[in-house]
């Protein structure tokens, strides 16, 4: 167990709709990133939170969208879905700022399907 | 592009089997590369590699990096049914922080 959590395990959703999917990080941990994960694939970067503030994006449309709270938990947002949004989304926690030395542990992720 | 090459895809062996599982990458700024198994959801992470030539053991496990040819194996010893499961190979850039994935290497361990 790394201590990272996150919800909801399981959603359908229909096309166009919206969601939001909740990450907690691990404990002492400043930076969240979140990842989709296609079936058969390897996860893909969406984007990473450091300290609040947004710390690099992968090649995601405006729709996914995210925060990070003081705390440094994080919501991933994702407006007007779309059936290619189907995947396994994994958040991972990471102690930013720590060089080489930095590990991202990932929580168990939520299975998003759009219908 | 940035990308990182698993190979083989998938593996079937038998338990007491040993296995070799490799990762190539071609990524801007590389900064360390990592080991993760994953059996239902959740990554867990494996090995961090960022020094060229050393060893990192873990049980039965172990990997190293060679950052001229720019790979990595990943070794099983003594295979068990346990060790079934998707095994990631991910490189971390400098930078933005974000990990590179593989596909992914399914290996299945029968009994």
């Known amino acids: 167990e790394t201590g990272v959590t996150q919800s909801p395990t399981h959603l359908i959703k229909t096309r166009g709709q919206q969601v939001t999917l909740r990450c907690s990080s691990q404990?002492?941990?400043?930076?969240v990133s979140w990842y989709q994960q296609a079936l058969g694939q390897g996860p893909q970067f969406i984007f990473q939170?450091?300290?609040?503030?947004?710390?690099g994006r992968g090649n995601f449309p405006p729709r996914f969208s995210g925060l990070q709270f003081p705390n440094y938990s994080s919501e991933l947002n994702v407006n007007a879905l779309e059936l290619d949004d189907s995947a396994l989304y994994l958040c991972?926690?990471?102690?930013?700022?720590?060089?080489?030395?930095?590990?991202?542990?990932f929580g168990p992720g939520t299975r998003l399907t759009v219908l | 592009e940035d990308k990182v090459v698993q190979s083989p895809l998938s593996l079937v062996v038998h338990e007491g089997d040993t296995v070799t599982l490799n990762c190539s990458y071609e990524?801007?700024?590389?900064?360390?590369l990592l080991w993760y198994k994953q059996e239902k959801k959740a990554p867990t992470f494996l090995f961090m590699l960022?020094?060229?030539?050393i060893e990192k053991k873990s049980g039965r496990l172990s990997s190293i990096l060679d950052k001229k040819e720019l790979f990595s194996i990943l070794n099983i010893t003594a295979t068990q049914t346990g060790d079934s499961a998707i095994y990631l190979c991910a490189v971390r850039q400098g930078g933005s922080e974000k990990l590179v994935f593989g596909k992914g290497m399914k290996l299945t361990v029968n009994p």
């Open positions: 990524v801007t700024n590389f900064r360390s």
């Open positions: 960022t020094s060229s030539g």
């Open positions: 404990s002492g941990h400043n930076t």
């Open positions: 991972a926690s990471s102690l930013g700022g720590q060089g080489l030395g930095d590990t991202q542990y």
């Open positions: 939170y450091y300290r609040e503030e947004e710390n």
